[in-house]
């Protein structure tokens, strides 16, 4: 308080005129609310662009996805090393993490110089360099024979596209080293090491310091959700929500993005706040034109702005009695530790001379009140700024979280943050000011980016370790392009006269030529046979006014060994069952159509006949592959003799799905089924279907592509996961497709993952449980309660509880990732030969845009949490020009085969009348 009153004192001393030029020169770094407040709601318009897929390219906020998915929960554990690589100074540290209830971090590091020249040299130079101080680290500390995993904090725009690859977007603050930008720093890294050829290390992880900081904190806060860095240089991260990020795959959960604020305003949108001095200060920097924001408020560029000022106020005759002496002319005098000293309260006016005396610069007492005052009105700005802009990040917060009073914590760390005597303090206040309804907290990062960066390094070990192990699992969009082209020709092949006989894929013409028109009526039964019920129906379809349907339906048990017993049995099982359905519905007088749903490969001349080709998923009855399951069926019903069936047309389930839906969408011309198995059925040109005669017209083919892949065509991304489920299964060799898709599946599929994996030390421990060992005991309804959003890992424990293990936390993340592999495979594939499809009625269309409805069925596409919109989103990415309906069936396919029905009915009936 007496250091300011002698402020008061001296400043009444400067002549009038004086203090008005000072005035004038300081009054563009007043801000004043209403400014600050079109910064925040510019720095929010900015974000959005960022974060949308058609804005990014040319964003000036970048907002570059990180990977890294989630806080800390104390569960990290292990060794790790961590560079330190952008701030003031260079570290490499051993940090040791223990988990549980005695969780604790231990850290040691060593700070390394980084000359000028280094900085400023080849990138080669700089990697060597580094690779230098880690050597003589691993030295000091005598671990170099460990392969140690390594977090690498790297404080520099990244376009990262995982968690161990970053590619340099470009230098920003005082490095400038050659042949780095566009590359990625992970490789340099790894290739020093090698050129080195000392010792090896394990690079897991490469994480901005921001995001270092924020993970720092979030170890003792939760609610730690974004790292600020007010230092050398000026950047902020937050954890977003996946469905707002545009460019990344996925919806669930939240990712870290690295705003890269910095570079705010290099569009000129804020032009209208920077002064001539800012410009000067630009022009004079390694990255000219860029980072304009983190130059107004970072410490690497504030004690610049004051020196631009100084120099023009000396050069007006109001400083230094005029006399611009050789150390002001040096770019970088005003570090940010002397811009804090000369501004701290504390300070008497003669110790301020004495330090500016240290930087070379002779002062009256007047002059350095001037200084002070400069410094001041340069910091002050920088910190209002700043807050501007974390406004607008917390209040971006409070619309994801979409609750009226936002709680959060912001964990800081930087040089200007932690030394300057006034910034932390005007940045709160300004926060407060422009986002009155949140109650944010600063947490101090006490232990700099290194520790924050190995807790993520541990996480990442851990899931990298299960991708590694599922590598092959995870199919890139290129890769899914190559699959959707090779479904494409297997189209071609199974309609092709001369291809169709030896073709995988079946392409079977169904003898059904268009959907519904709403002409439909009558009384029917449907049988629906293959799906996880055997269910019989009646369907009335009336037509008063407008065409009502009306429906009732029986679930009949089909026992194992009825399915893998005989034909003769089975249909015998089909046909009694109907009996009992006819006598509940006290219609066994009469002899109804019948529609008859039978969810399995068939061949057909017309519509009520059907050759079994094969069985597959759970049926294996002897003596019916190659004989009409039609007249299977009305042989055991005429055994019987108590009622009489008028079968009349025998549909596929994906044909009764498409029909179903085609009542309700006219656009409807796909049927998909992803359930116990898989496949799907489309509208083809008659042109096109070999098989049939004529040409007019189109006709509904059941392409049967569970079959995909049996020819050998998809060795490349099957995984001996795959061959052990189908070494195991009721037809080996067949439905390859199938069994990398669909529920049936699933869930062994995960189970054996799990049990390689415990095995090999990876879960639980290594423990091995006989429930883990038995065949069937993961199921695929598993899979989807554990993907659950919500309850996922509560489920997961639970399950894996009943499967005897005890797992630890850890290991529910660990499971709960591969059940998302799994499924994202699965969900993946189905895109490809879907988009396949879409193209294909696309051309067939001669249309640039394709509009259509996909009628979807089927117990894991209608159960799993995550399945559907993974679909969608990725067929649209695979098929852009496109828009695609999906529109699930409420009712089975039962309805679809009493439609298909009811139009053969009315032909055969206008035969017989004609
Ligand atoms: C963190 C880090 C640094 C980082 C710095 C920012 O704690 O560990 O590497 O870049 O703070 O501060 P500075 O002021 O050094 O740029
Ligand atoms: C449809 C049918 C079933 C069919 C099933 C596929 O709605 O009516 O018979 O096979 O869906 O699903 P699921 O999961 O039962 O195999
Ligand atoms: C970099 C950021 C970094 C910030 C703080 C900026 O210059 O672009 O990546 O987080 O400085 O160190
Ligand atoms: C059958 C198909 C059926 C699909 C879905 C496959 O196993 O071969 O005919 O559409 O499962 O139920």
Same mark, same amino acid.
């Given at each position: 308080?007496?250091?300011?009153?002698?402020?008061?004192?001296?400043?009444?001393?400067?002549?009038?005129?004086?203090?008005?030029?000072?005035?004038?020169?300081?009054?563009?770094?007043?801000?004043?609310?209403?400014?600050?407040?079109?910064?925040?709601?510019?720095?929010?318009?900015?974000?959005?662009?960022?974060?949308?897929?058609?804005?990014?390219?040319?964003?000036?906020?970048?907002?570059?996805?990180?990977?890294?998915?989630?806080?800390?929960?104390?569960?990290?554990?292990?060794?790790?090393?961590?560079?330190?690589?952008?701030?003031?100074?260079?570290?490499?540290?051993?940090?040791?993490?223990?988990?549980?209830?005695?969780?604790?971090?231990?850290?040691?590091?060593?700070?390394?110089?980084?000359?000028?020249?280094?900085? #400023?040299?080849?990138? *080669?130079?700089?990697?060597?360099?580094?690779?230098?101080?880690?050597?003589?680290?691993?030295?000091?500390?005598?671990?170099?024979?460990?392969?140690?995993?390594?977090?690498?904090?790297?404080?520099?725009?990244?376009?990262?596209?995982?968690?161990?690859?970053?590619?340099?977007?470009?230098?920003?603050?005082?490095?400038?080293?050659?042949?780095?930008?566009?590359?990625?720093?992970?490789?340099?890294?790894?290739?020093?090491?090698?050129?080195?050829?000392?010792?090896?290390?394990?690079?897991?992880?490469?994480?901005?310091? &921001?995001?270092?900081?924020?993970?720092?904190?979030?170890?003792?806060?939760?609610?730690?959700?974004?790292?600020?860095?007010?230092?050398?240089?000026?950047?902020?991260?937050?954890?977003?929500?996946?469905?707002?990020?545009?460019?990344?795959?996925?919806?669930?959960?939240?990712?870290?993005?690295?705003? $890269?604020?910095?570079?705010?305003?290099?569009?000129?949108?804020?032009?209208?706040?920077?002064?001539?001095?800012?410009?000067?200060?630009?022009?004079?920097?390694?990255?000219?034109?860029?980072?304009?924001? *983190?130059?107004?408020?970072?410490?690497?560029?504030?004690?610049?702005?004051?020196?631009?000022?100084?120099?023009?106020?000396?050069?007006?005759?109001?400083?230094?009695?005029?006399?611009?002496?050789?150390?002001?002319?040096?770019?970088?005098?005003?570090?940010?530790?002397?811009?804090?000293?000369?501004?701290?309260?504390?300070?008497?006016?003669? #110790?301020?001379?004495?330090?500016?005396?240290?930087?070379?610069?002779?002062?009256?007492?007047?002059?350095?009140?001037?200084?002070?005052?400069?410094?001041?009105?340069?910091?002050?700005?920088?910190?209002?700024?700043?807050?501007?802009?974390?406004?607008?990040?917390?209040?971006?917060?409070?619309?994801?979280?979409?609750?009226?009073?936002?709680?959060?914590?912001?964990?800081?760390?930087?040089?200007?943050?932690?030394?300057?005597?006034?910034?932390?303090?005007?940045?709160?206040?300004?926060?407060?000011?422009?986002?009155?309804?949140?109650?944010? &907290?600063?947490?101090?990062?006490?232990?700099?980016?290194?520790?924050?960066?190995?807790?993520?390094?541990?996480?990442?070990?851990?899931?990298?370790?299960?991708?590694?192990?599922?590598?092959?699992?995870?199919?890139?969009?290129?890769?899914?392009?190559?699959?959707?082209?090779?479904?494409?020709? $297997?189209?071609?092949?199974?309609?092709?006269?001369?291809?169709?006989?030896?073709?995988?894929?079946?392409?079977?013409?169904?003898?059904?030529?268009?959907?519904?028109?709403?002409?439909?009526?009558?009384?029917?039964?449907?049988?629906?046979?293959?799906?996880?019920?055997?269910?019989?129906?009646?369907?009335?379809?009336?037509?008063?006014?407008?065409?009502?349907?009306?429906?009732?339906?029986?679930?009949?048990?089909?026992?194992?060994?009825?399915?893998?017993?005989?034909? &003769?049995?089975?249909?015998?099982?089909?046909?009694?069952?109907?009996?009992?359905?006819?006598?509940?519905?006290?219609?066994?007088?009469?002899?109804?159509?019948?529609?008859?749903?039978?969810?399995?490969?068939?061949?057909?001349?017309?519509?009520? $006949?059907?050759?079994?080709?094969?069985?597959?998923?759970?049926?294996?009855?002897?003596?019916?592959?190659?004989?009409?399951? =039609?007249?299977?069926?009305?042989?055991?019903?005429?055994?019987?003799?108590?009622?009489?069936?008028?079968?009349?047309? =025998?549909?596929?389930?994906?044909?009764?799905?498409?029909?179903?839906?085609?009542?309700?969408?006219?656009?409807?011309? =796909?049927?998909?089924?992803?359930?116990?198995?898989?496949?799907?059925?489309?509208?083809?040109?008659?042109?096109?279907?070999?098989?049939?005669?004529?040409?007019?017209?189109?006709?509904?083919?059941?392409?049967?592509?569970?079959?995909?892949?049996?020819?050998?065509?998809?060795?490349?991304?099957?995984?001996?996961?795959?061959?052990?489920?189908?070494?195991?299964?009721?037809?080996?060799?067949?439905?390859?497709?199938?069994?990398?898709?669909?529920?049936?599946?699933?869930?062994?599929?995960?189970?054996?993952?799990?049990?390689?994996?415990?095995?090999?030390?990876?879960?639980?421990?290594?423990?091995? &449980?006989?429930?883990?060992?038995?065949?069937?005991?993961? $199921?695929?309804?598993?899979?989807?309660?554990?993907?659950?959003?919500?309850?996922?890992?509560?489920?997961?424990?639970?399950?894996?509880?009943?499967?005897?293990?005890?797992?630890?936390?850890?290991?529910?993340?660990?499971?709960?990732?591969?059940?998302?592999?799994?499924?994202?495979?699965?969900?993946?594939?189905?895109?490809?030969?879907?988009?396949?499809?879409?193209?294909?009625?696309?051309?067939?269309?001669?249309?640039?845009?394709?509009?259509?409805?996909?009628?979807?069925?089927?117990?894991?596409?209608?159960?799993?949490?995550?399945?559907?919109?993974?679909?969608?989103?990725?067929?649209?990415?695979?098929?852009?020009?496109?828009?695609?309906?999906?529109?699930?069936?409420?009712?089975?396919?039962?309805?679809?085969?009493?439609?298909?029905?009811?139009?053969?009915?009315?032909?055969?009936?206008?035969?017989?009348?004609?």
């Amino acid at each position: 308080q007496v250091s300011a009153q002698i402020l008061a004192f001296f400043s009444l001393l400067l002549l009038a005129a004086q203090r008005k030029e000072i005035d004038a020169v300081l009054e563009p770094f007043l801000l004043s609310p209403e400014t600050l407040r079109e910064v925040k709601n510019k720095m929010r318009t900015e974000l959005e662009y960022g974060l949308k897929r058609e804005t990014q390219g040319s964003a000036t906020v970048k907002m570059l996805p990180t990977y890294v998915c989630g806080t800390p929960d104390g569960t990290e554990k292990g060794k790790f090393l961590a560079l330190d690589l952008g701030g003031t100074n260079f570290r490499v540290l051993l940090v040791k993490i223990r988990s549980g209830r005695r969780k604790s971090v231990r850290m040691y590091n060593k700070i390394f110089a980084i000359p000028l020249e280094i900085m #400023q040299g080849t990138g *080669e130079e700089l990697f060597d360099h580094i690779v230098h101080c880690i050597a003589d680290f691993l030295e000091y500390m005598g671990i170099k024979g460990a392969r140690l995993p390594l977090g690498f904090t790297f404080s520099f725009p990244c376009k990262q596209a995982s968690i161990d690859k970053g590619t340099l977007v470009g230098w920003t603050k005082g490095f400038k080293a050659t042949d780095c930008e566009g590359e990625d720093v992970v490789d340099m890294l790894r290739e020093a090491i090698k050129r080195r050829n000392e010792f090896d290390l394990d690079i897991v992880a490469v994480v901005n310091d &921001t995001v270092g900081t924020m993970m720092t904190c979030g170890y003792e806060d939760p609610n730690c959700e974004i790292g600020l860095i007010a230092g050398t240089g000026s950047n902020v991260c937050y954890m977003e929500d996946m469905k707002n990020i545009e460019i990344v795959e996925g919806n669930e959960g939240k990712m870290c993005i690295n705003t $890269e604020w910095g570079g705010f305003g290099d569009n000129g949108c804020i032009d209208n706040i920077r002064t001539e001095y800012d410009k000067e200060v630009d022009e004079g920097s390694l990255n000219p034109g860029k980072q304009r924001y *983190e130059k107004m408020t970072s410490g690497m560029y504030l004690g610049e702005i004051v020196r631009q000022i100084l120099i023009d106020l000396t050069k007006r005759g109001l400083l230094f009695r005029g006399q611009i002496s050789e150390s002001l002319r040096k770019r970088g005098i005003f570090e940010t530790k002397f811009l804090s000293q000369i501004e701290s309260d504390r300070l008497a006016l003669l #110790q301020v001379r004495q330090i500016l005396q240290q930087l070379g610069l002779d002062s009256t007492c007047e002059d350095s009140i001037i200084v002070k005052e400069v410094c001041g009105a340069v910091s002050r700005r920088a910190a209002q700024l700043c807050g501007a802009g974390l406004a607008a990040i917390v209040e971006k917060k409070r619309e994801n979280r979409g609750v009226e009073h936002l709680q959060i914590t912001v964990g800081v760390d930087g040089t200007l943050y932690k030394l300057h005597p006034h910034f932390s303090r005007v940045l709160q206040e300004t926060v407060k000011e422009l986002a009155p309804w949140c109650d944010v &907290t600063f947490m101090l990062s006490e232990d700099g980016s290194g520790k924050g960066a190995a807790l993520i390094t541990a996480v990442a070990k851990r899931l990298r370790n299960i991708d590694k192990y599922l590598y092959a699992m995870r199919l890139s969009d290129e890769t899914l392009i190559d699959i959707m082209a090779r479904f494409r020709r $297997e189209m071609k092949n199974g309609l092709s006269r001369d291809f169709n006989p030896t073709a995988t894929v079946k392409m079977l013409p169904t003898f059904v030529r268009s959907i519904p028109d709403g002409s439909e009526k009558g009384d029917f039964i449907a049988l629906d046979l293959g799906g996880s019920y055997f269910r019989i129906l009646r369907v009335k379809v009336s037509h008063e006014k407008k065409q009502t349907v009306q429906m009732e339906s029986e679930i009949y048990n089909t026992p194992e060994d009825i399915m893998h017993g005989s034909g &003769t049995r089975l249909f015998d099982h089909v046909a009694e069952c109907l009996g009992d359905f006819m006598e509940k519905q006290q219609i066994k007088d009469k002899k109804l159509p019948v529609g008859f749903t039978f969810s399995f490969p068939c061949r057909q001349s017309k519509l009520d $006949e059907g050759v079994l080709i094969t069985w597959t998923k759970r049926f294996k009855a002897s003596g019916v592959e190659g004989a009409d399951v =039609v007249k299977l069926l009305n042989r055991a019903i005429k055994k019987r003799g108590d009622y009489d069936a008028d079968i009349m047309a =025998v549909v596929n389930d994906t044909v009764g799905t498409m029909m179903t839906c085609g009542f309700d969408d006219q656009r409807c011309e =796909v049927g998909l089924i992803i359930g116990t198995g898989t496949n799907a059925c489309y509208m083809e040109e008659m042109r096109h279907i070999d098989l049939v005669e004529g040409d007019e017209g189109r006709m509904c083919i059941n392409t049967e592509w569970g079959a995909f892949g049996d020819d050998g065509s998809l060795e490349d991304i099957r995984t001996e996961f795959d061959r052990e489920i189908d070494r195991g299964s009721l037809n080996p060799g067949k439905q390859l497709f199938e069994k990398m898709v669909s529920g049936l599946y699933m869930g062994e599929l995960v189970r054996l993952i799990l049990v390689k994996m415990a095995k090999e030390g990876l879960l639980f421990e290594g423990r091995i &449980t006989p429930e883990l060992l038995t065949k069937g005991k993961f $199921e695929t309804k598993h899979v989807s309660a554990i993907e659950k959003s919500k309850e996922g890992l509560s489920k997961a424990k639970d399950i894996l509880t009943r499967l005897g293990v005890e797992p630890s936390h850890e290991d529910c993340v660990a499971v709960q990732h591969v059940c998302t592999i799994v499924s994202f495979r699965s969900a993946n594939l189905v895109a490809a030969t879907l988009g396949a499809i879409l193209c294909q009625l696309r051309d067939n269309k001669g249309v640039g845009r394709l509009r259509t409805t996909v009628g979807v069925d089927g117990s894991l596409y209608k159960m799993h949490p995550q399945y559907a919109r993974r679909l969608h989103k990725t067929t649209r990415r695979l098929v852009p020009d496109s828009d695609v309906r999906f529109l699930l069936s409420e009712s089975g396919s039962g309805k679809g085969a009493a439609m298909v029905t009811a139009v053969a009915y009315r032909l055969a009936e206008q035969h017989r009348g004609g």
